[in-house]
């Protein structure tokens, strides 16, 4: 049975950090593609950042140089480092990992305040 878990989210003042984490299990992070979404009230479901199997990144243009993804397979474990956080990354943060089929953790809310 493969489960994403992930947690670290919590409320946080604009500017700040949190690191979330996710732990899986039933899967091997290092052979899927691993990425974080999130999720905003009244919007759709966004591609955050993602981690390939060999280890290049991509993050969407707005977390650019704010936001870090980072795996240890050792750990069989994915992070977030978000820094500098705004009030429009409020959402709901959802692990993701994809190899075939596609599975997601059952999320963490972020909430940024001003």
């Known amino acids: 049975q493969v489960q994403l878990v992930e947690s670290g989210g919590g409320l946080v003042q604009a500017g700040g950090s949190l690191r979330l984490s996710c732990a899986a299990s039933?899967?091997?992070?290092?052979?899927?593609?691993m990425g974080w979404y999130r999720q905003a009230p009244g919007k759709q479901r966004e591609l955050v950042a993602g981690?390939?199997?060999?280890?290049?990144?991509n993050y969407a243009d707005s977390v650019k140089g704010r936001f870090t993804i980072s795996r240890d397979n050792a750990k069989n474990m994915v992070y977030l480092q978000m820094n500098s956080l705004k009030r429009e990354d409020t959402a709901v943060y959802y692990c993701?990992?994809?190899?075939?089929?596609?599975?997601w953790g059952q999320g963490t809310q972020v909430t940024v305040s001003s």
């Open positions: 981690i390939s199997q060999y280890g290049s990144t």
């Open positions: 039933g899967i091997t992070v290092s052979i899927y593609v």
């Open positions: 993701n990992a994809h190899f075939g089929t596609t599975y």
